[in-house]
């Protein structure tokens, strides 16, 4: 209890980079051979506030890649958040590609002020939430959340025509999830990026998509909302590493906290 306390007064009095919620999985490498690994960290914020992600490893309850024929290969024994070296490794056994995911709990919590709360709430594009304090006449109040984190790196192991990628456009379980309806490293040669998010096995429309260019994050360079079937199309380049995120929250209620929100991304590289 007096560590809930202490993070809630942690969150109302902190600077303006705790609004800052892009997660993602960041590969040194988004292409490697096979059996061979490569460094990762798990990153938080964007622009000057980017760094290193704080989370414990008794938060993370999924960490593994999907691969070519169905397989799954079990990445937990490979993470090793806050180590000098970097958050984990990533190493695949077999050439083709792979849908890398990663989910938490949902036992953090963020209480903010109403005069930070709202433009969070704006920014992300949480219709539901402005919704909900709207109709109760409670945009002057605090809020609070209970929050999780879903993300995923889309990684080539060997030649970029090893395998098939179809496991790449369906949707993995994820509670949150972008999911792009072709490979990205196809729609790098002109055909654009057609996404389509899922919330709860459903298409989710009207969520706020945002693409980002990692060599320079302070901004995303592309956003659009989901139409009725949960679809948004991006144009993408054919180099540099590449983010793609997305917030929900739903409001609860007889719960100690307002909403429950999970933050989803989607990383992958050239």
């Known amino acids: 209890m007096f560590a809930a306390r202490l ?3 942690v969150l109302i009095g902190a600077p303006q980079a705790a609004l800052a919620h892009d997660f993602w999985i960041q590969p040194e490498r988004f292409r490697l051979e096979p059996d061979a690994a490569t460094p990762m960290t798990l990153q938080v914020g964007h622009g000057p506030d980017r760094q290193r992600s704080a989370l414990p490893l008794r938060r993370i309850t999924r960490f593994d890649a999907a691969g070519p024929g169905g397989s799954t290969v079990d990445l937990r024994g490979r993470l090793t958040p806050g180590d000098a070296d970097g958050d984990g490794t990533l190493g695949l056994p077999r050439a083709g590609i792979y849908v890398v995911a990663l989910e938490t709990d949902a036992a953090a919590q963020s209480h903010l002020r109403a005069d930070r709360y709202n ?3 704006e920014e992300e594009g949480l219709v539901l939430a402005l919704e909900a304090r709207a109709r109760a006449g409670l945009q ?3 809020a609070s959340e209970r929050y999780s984190r879903d993300a995923k790196a889309i990684v080539q192991v060997g030649a970029a025509d090893a395998g ?4 790449v456009t369906r949707p993995i379980g994820l509670r ?7 490979s990205p490293y196809a729609a790098a040669r ?3 990026l057609p996404v389509r998010v899922f919330y709860e096995g459903r298409p989710l429309a009207n969520a706020l998509v945002k693409l980002t260019d990692l060599s320079d994050d302070a901004q995303p360079v592309e ?3 989901t139409d009725d079937t949960g679809r948004a199309s991006f144009s993408v380049p054919n180099k540099g590493d590449w983010l793609l995120n997305v917030v929900w929250t739903k409001p609860l209620k007889g719960e100690p906290v307002d909403f429950e929100t999970v933050f989803s991304s989607l990383s992958f590289g050239f």
Request: some cysteine; glycine content about 8%.
């Open 7 to 9: 993070c809630a007064l």
């Open 119 to 121: 433009p969070y709430a």
């Open 140 to 142: 002057r109040a605090d």
């Open 164 to 167: 098939s990628s179809d496991h």
């Open 176 to 182: 949150l999830e972008i999911v792009p309806e072709v």
């Open 190 to 192: 002109g055909t654009g």
């Open 223 to 225: 956003t659009h909302r």
